[in-house]
Each structure stands twice: as C-alpha cells, then as structure tokens.
C-alpha cells in the first residue's frame, strides 16, 4: 500500500475524474513536489515522462519524426524478431542469412524503381534532385548485396523464391508510387499534373519507415558489437546500415517527405499518415517471415506447449501498469468529493473533514512519508556495495522497509483521509484511468489466446482493489486475478479502514510464492515478474524472468547496492543468443541476480509473444 504518489511519480497529466460538478481539481496542488509552470525547481530529466518529452517535440518536430515517435512502438517488434536477435548475435545460420538477402535484393530493386516513379510526379527542381540522391543510395546499397552475393557464389535467381511477405511490401510500394493509393476520393483524383506531384509525398511516406528502421537496427546492433569476440560475420551488414553515410540518407528522406509535404491539406496528411503506418507493418511482416534454421531465445512462448507447459504471468499495477499512481487518484477523488468547510453534514453519513483540511492533512503526510522514506532507504543499504548478490541480506533488509510502509499505513488510516469516499466515484475513476501504451494489448493477447496455458496475476499495494478491478474491467480484462487492499464500506462509502492484504515487499513475495504453491498441475511452470520499485524487488527476482519497467532510481541504486545486475532486456537477449546452440533449452532461473529493464510494454510484449 506504498504510498508512491507523496514522491515524485512520473505523473502524465493533472487527472479530470468527471466526479462531481462542484469544482474541478488539479492533481498538481495534491503533490507538493511537483513544480508548477512557473517555479523555478525542476524535475531531473531521468525523472519526466517520456511521453511529456514527445509531446513536447511534437510541436516542433517535423512530419517524418513525428510519424516514427508514434509508431516507434510497432518498430520494436522488427528488433525483437528472431531473425533479427540472431542476425545482431553473429550466430545466425548463414543459409538464413541467404534468403534474407535474396529477399532484400527484390526490396531495394523496388525501393529503386519507386523512387524513379516519384522522380517523375515532382516538379520542384530540388524535390527532384533530392529524390534521385536517394535512388542513387538504393543503388550503392544494391551493390553491396552484389558484393555479398559473390563473396558466398549465391544466384539469387535460382535458389530463392520471392516469398509472399517480400511480395506483400513491394507490391504495396510500387502501387503507391504508380498513384493507387487507399483512402484518396474519387477514381482520377491524381490525374492533373498538379495532382500528380502529390504522389511524391506519398511515395516517400510509404519508404521513411523503413529507412528509418534499417538506420536504427544497424546502429543498435554495432553497439552491442563485441571487440573481444573477434569478427562478426555479418559485419559488413551492420557497418552499412550502422554508418554515417546511411544514417545520413535516412535522414535525408525524413526531411525530404517534410518538404514534400508542406502544402498538403490534413485530408492528404492522414493519407500519408496511413502509408507510414501500413509501410511499418508490411515491414515487421518482412522481418517476421524470414525463416529460421535454428533455435533461438525469442519469443520466450516459441516452444510452449498448453498440454505441458503453464506460463504464470505477474505484475505490479501503480506506474507499471498506470501512467497515475493509484493514490494520487484515491487523494483526488477524496478531496474533490469532500465538503466545503461551511457546508452542514447530513447525520446519518460518515462524517468527513472538509476539503481544505483533506488537503492540509494529505500535504502533511506527504512531507513526512518522503523524509522518513528517504531515510528508510539510507538505512536499508548496506555500507559498501557487494560484489556478488546476496538475496538473504536483501530479504532482510527489506523487512525494515515492511516495516515501515505498515507504520506510514496505520498513520493514513487513522488520520481519516480516506472516509466518505464513494464506490461508484471509485469505480468511475478506474474506468478513466489511463495504463501505460501497450499494457492493455499484452494482456489481450495473454489471456484472449486459446493457444497458452497462462494465467495473469496483478500484485499492488494499492489501497482499493475496486479502483483496480474497475480499471481492468473497462478495458475487457476480467479474467486477471488481481491481489490487493480493500476498502471497507458502510452500505458504498468507505469506512476509512483498509482489509491490509499487501502492504510490503514481504506481503507480495508471500502472496507470489502461495499462487506457485497454489497451482495444481504438473505442468512445467515459467513465471514473469513485471515490476517498477523497490517493493517489487523480491518477486522481480524470484521469477523465472524479472523485468523491470520505467526508471526508479530507489529500485536500481537498493539492488546495485545488494549485487543485483540490471542489463537491457534486448542485449541481454543477444547475449543469450550467442550462447544458445541446438539441443540445448532457454536458461531462465529464478534468483540468478540479474533483472531485464525495458522502456515500454512493447518491448514485454515483442519479447514473451513476439508479433
């Protein structure tokens, strides 16, 4: 029941709640350290939420960056794929390698001819030059598939097909750039002369993504390049799509589709808008349809089996699932609905304090809890850092923070804050809660897919289960087994006294042990833990698998300081990659000391699902 909300919480936005016509409420005057417009104090940049950072570029970033911020996203699951985990991991087998580039060599005769076909509809002089820039591009890249091509005696006429995923792009391109475009009104629409230069903007529309995804594969792969292990194999590869010279003509055709764009009506924008969108899925389709001679590491559920395998997925819910923590909501929702000092109670309700003492008295506990948490973690850490991990000590250690939170709790309790405060105004706020992009999806394509045997448990300190059910349940997602607080209520209001379910990292790793011992099936278990803080952390290392989302400084400096290794989900994956060879079986054990961080749910997703 960790209050997080007192700290500085990566809040997306002031919450609107709809809860009462009285007044309206900012979240920003609940939480006094979150700086206003025009204070001077500022929040880290580590601490500001990424989607705040995107929208502020938003405004200022052109149409092609834009585009990929948005659909960044879906990109992740190209990188994720595991031809392309393998391909970064040098052991991809080199007959796989084959058809890869069997296939990309129809893709760029495309992408050439493409580029021809809008060449011809511009009638700019510099839209024309930049536009054959480009072609020549395509056509150095060709050359270096030539050259790779000889180096292993490959015809690539005889010994590969098109397969339909190659086909399904190029065709989607070349009828694109031939003006038969989705979504433009009326047959003869780009018949004018003038019309016609507008297939320039949609050509390049359809051909951005991928450039864009190629210069992000290859400079994500040189990074994760290892000096010690000699040559990689495919290093050619990844020295051209990792070079300045290509990350230079990726960004050459962002600014040019910009340009291009510039006098097209909104109308014409979302055509555009849709082409992207359309090119990044045929894109992840082409990646995707590579096949594979070998076993790899990812999508983690490639080889489960319902008849003999159970998948066991948890999950954390304040700021993993959530853009809000759920205490801010709970405080919003108490002083929004609370009575003005001079308003007369009724005597047969729950008697409440008044608006302005909510506030006052939640202002209070707010400075107290952050000091004495702030201090709690101080005393926790061990006074050097360990050089190998010790979960015992960890345990330990974070009894004292149990502790803690069970004395913070009590104080919440009796202090009244949460009286008064109604279950359907409850229920109402978690069918407006906003959860983190892709958290919804995942847990769709969890618990929707008659091909798993998986089961979705949520542990949360959240005071109100109700507040969670709500906001699951409004997503279509029933079927997860939430494990919380409750409220107490006479008739639908709340007592102010909390059912104390879980309130510390003690009470979760308890309740995540008693599900495993709970599960009746002999069946081979894998278990996930998704988390964000220090309270998840004993769950996050008891699992199979731990990953960590978001950014928690407490979490990553408390388990740096007890030996724990935070790698990069993706790395860690190629790491695991480079080791995996046939006959063998994915490593994943619990308490080995090492968490998977990730960005957003997209990478979770990619990873344990694939596309």
């Given at each position: ?27 920003r005057a609940l939480v006094p350290h979150w700086p ?80 021809e076909l809008a060449e011809e509809c511009a009638d ?373 006294e909390i059912v104390k379910k879980m309130e510390s ?107």
């Amino acid at each position: 029941m960790r209050m997080r909300w007192f700290l500085r919480s990566p809040i997306k936005s002031p919450l609107n709640l709809n809860l009462s016509p009285r007044r309206s409420f900012s979240l920003r005057a609940l939480v006094p350290h979150w700086p206003s417009p025009a204070s001077p104090r500022s929040l880290p940049r580590s601490s500001i939420p990424m989607a705040a950072i995107h929208n502020h570029s938003n405004s200022e970033a052109g149409l092609a960056r834009r585009f990929w911020i948005k659909f960044t996203r879906q990109s992740i699951f190209a990188m994720y794929t595991p031809f392309a985990i393998a391909l970064a991991s040098g052991n991809l087998n080199i007959d796989s390698f084959h058809h890869y580039i069997a296939q990309d060599f129809h893709f760029l005769r495309a992408f050439a001819q493409a580029y021809e076909l809008a060449e011809e509809c511009a009638d700019d002089d510099d839209a024309k030059l930049g536009i054959s820039q480009l072609r020549k591009a395509v056509l150095e890249e060709l050359k270096m598939h030539h050259s790779l091509v000889q180096e292993w005696g490959l015809d690539l006429t005889k010994e590969h097909s098109i397969n339909s995923a190659t086909v399904k792009y190029t065709d989607f391109l070349l009828a694109t750039a031939s003006g038969k475009i989705e979504g433009l009104k009326g047959p003869g629409k780009l018949a004018t002369p003038f019309e016609k230069t507008k297939i320039s903007a949609y050509t390049l529309g359809a051909m951005t993504p991928c450039m864009r995804l190629y210069a992000v594969l290859g400079k994500k792969f040189q990074e994760l390049l290892d000096s010690n292990e000699g040559t990689h194999p495919y290093n050619k590869w990844i020295d051209n799509y990792s070079s300045d010279g290509f990350q230079a003509t990726a960004l050459q055709t962002e600014d040019l589709l910009d340009k291009l764009s510039v006098s097209l009506t909104g109308e014409e924008l979302d055509v555009i808008e849709k082409l992207y969108s359309q090119a990044m899925k045929l894109e992840i389709e082409f990646f995707s349809a590579q096949p594979l001679f070998q076993p790899t590491v990812a999508p983690l559920t490639k080889e489960h089996k319902p008849v003999e395998d159970h998948l066991i997925i948890f999950s954390d819910f304040d700021l993993t699932c959530t853009v809000v923590d759920s205490s801010a909501i709970l405080a919003e929702i108490a002083i929004v609905t609370a009575p003005k000092s001079d308003q007369n109670q009724p005597e047969d309700q729950i008697v409440r304090m008044s608006s302005s003492d909510l506030r006052n008295t939640w202002g209070f506990l707010s400075k107290q809890y952050t000091e004495e948490y702030e201090q709690c973690i101080e005393n926790i850490m061990p006074s050097d850092r360990l050089d190998y991990f010790d979960y015992k000590e960890l345990s330990v250690a974070l009894e004292q923070l149990s502790k803690f939170e069970n004395t913070a709790n009590n104080r919440v309790i009796e202090s009244g804050v949460l009286k008064g405060i109604s279950l359907e105004d409850i229920k109402r706020a978690g069918e407006r809660l906003i959860l983190q992009d892709g958290c919804t999806n995942f847990f769709h394509s969890i618990v929707k897919n008659e091909n798993l045997n998986a089961n979705v448990h949520v542990l949360s300190y959240c005071w109100c289960v109700d507040l969670i059910r709500s906001a699951f349940s409004s997503a279509d997602l029933n079927e997860l087994d939430v494990h919380a607080n409750e409220f107490t209520y006479e008739g639908s209001v709340s007592t102010g006294e909390i059912v104390k379910k879980m309130e510390s990292p003690i009470d979760k790793v308890e309740a995540f042990r008693g599900i495993l011992k709970n599960c009746n099936d002999d069946k081979k278990k894998l278990t996930v833990y998704i988390g964000d803080s220090v309270g998840d952390l004993l769950c996050l290392l008891e699992a199979d698998v731990g990953i960590v989302i978001g950014s928690s400084s407490s979490l990553r400096r408390v388990g740096t300081q007890f030996g724990i290794s935070f790698v990069p989900l993706y790395s860690g994956l190629v790491k695991k990659q480079k080791e995996y060879v046939e006959g063998t079986t994915s490593d994943w054990k619990g308490l080995s000391g090492v968490l998977y961080t990730v960005s957003s749910w997209a990478e979770v997703h990619a990873f344990i699902l694939g596309c």
